[in-house]
């Protein structure tokens, strides 16, 4: 099993399967993004195809980054608040949880008097874009399968970061068109 998983207190739980793995085992999640903010094209044109996911301020999603995501787990890539919301792409995990800096810059627009350096509250991931779908899955042809009715994004549409199954993550890579 997973150390930092085994230290933290997730044993019991809804979420608790995403936080214990054997050695090698893939966790496969969704990670949204506002693409007016950060879109999968700006991700695309960064250096090494590239990012920090910094700025999440919700505990149940600093928690699966922090504590859940490992290097290539598998990410899709979630364009929100627009119409129609959509996974336009896959990444890849390329660093594991760290503390977000931006908690602590005045100037930053995820500033958070709350979080000090010496206790932080606040983590993100690197995440690699892997592939951009040639056929975007949006949320209403999700809604539509039954298979994913029981999928974290529609059940609790309002986490910036959230856990895919293995079963979930291979009915939409179908849908995209990939294999």
């Not at 250096?47 to 859940?68: E, I, M, P, Q």
């Not at 979080?115 to 779908?133: C, E, H, I, N, T």
Request: net charge positive; hydrophobic share 40%.
């Amino acid at each position: 099993m997973d150390t930092a998983a085994a230290n933290a207190p997730y044993e019991k739980g809804k979420w608790a399967w995403v936080f214990k793995r054997e050695p090698g085992e893939m966790r496969y999640w969704l990670a949204k993004s506002e693409p007016d903010a950060f879109s999968f094209d700006d991700l695309l044109r960064r250096h090494g195809r590239t990012t920090c996911w910094d700025g999440v301020r919700n505990f149940a999603a600093r928690n699966f980054l922090r504590d859940g995501m490992r290097m290539g787990d598998r990410v899709f890539f979630y364009h929100s608040s627009i119409d129609p919301q959509v996974i336009v792409g896959e990444c890849e995990v390329a660093r594991e949880g760290y503390v977000d800096h931006t908690a602590f810059d005045i100037k930053h627009r995820h500033y958070d008097p709350n979080s000090k350096q010496g206790d932080p509250q606040w983590y993100m991931v690197d995440l690699r874009a892997v592939a951009q779908f040639t056929k975007p899955v949006t949320l209403a042809q999700m809604k539509l399968k039954a298979t994913l009715k029981e999928m974290a994004l529609i059940r609790i549409g309002r986490l910036s970061v959230t856990p895919v199954t293995e079963k979930e993550y291979k009915v939409i890579r179908g849908m995209a068109g990939e294999r």
